[in-house]
């Protein structure tokens, strides 16, 4: 059973940036990774992932150019760093893996299987 731990949530004005780390408790070189995030009174979506067998990572539109999706497989680690960060970027941001995904339902997190506690990010504008 893999576990994950998020961390580097924060309260930040506009513009600033941000970097999640997400630990987990064993290899994580065979899995899909990913970040989703729930605002208030939304649904969790999509914001990154990485496939086991690709180095590019795949995002949410409104984010490209902004986020930058990393893994350390040594460290068993993922990280988003976060930039030019905007106030529709506030909710909690959730480490997810998973194994077995095809490329169509990579955005959808009720195919994922390992989930983090979550860690909150607030942009204040």
């Known amino acids: 059973q893999l576990q994950l731990v998020e961390s580097g949530g924060g309260l930040i004005q506009a513009g600033d940036s941000l970097r999640l780390s997400c630990q987990a408790s064993g290899r994580i070189n065979t899995y899909h990774m990913g970040w989703f995030r729930q605002a208030p009174g939304k649904e969790r979506e999509f914001v990154a992932a990485l496939r086991p067998t690709n180095s590019n990572p795949y995002y949410k539109d409104s984010v490209k150019g902004r986020f930058t999706f990393s893994k350390d497989n040594a460290k068993n680690a993922i990280y988003l760093q976060m930039n030019s960060l905007k106030p529709e970027d506030t909710g909690i941001y959730y480490c997810?893996?998973?194994?077995?995904?095809?490329?169509?339902?990579?955005?959808?997190?009720?195919?994922?299987?390992?989930w983090g506690q979550g860690t909150q990010v607030t942009v204040s504008s």
């Open positions: 997810a893996a998973a194994q077995g995904l095809i490329l169509s339902t990579l955005r959808d997190s009720s195919r994922w299987n390992y």
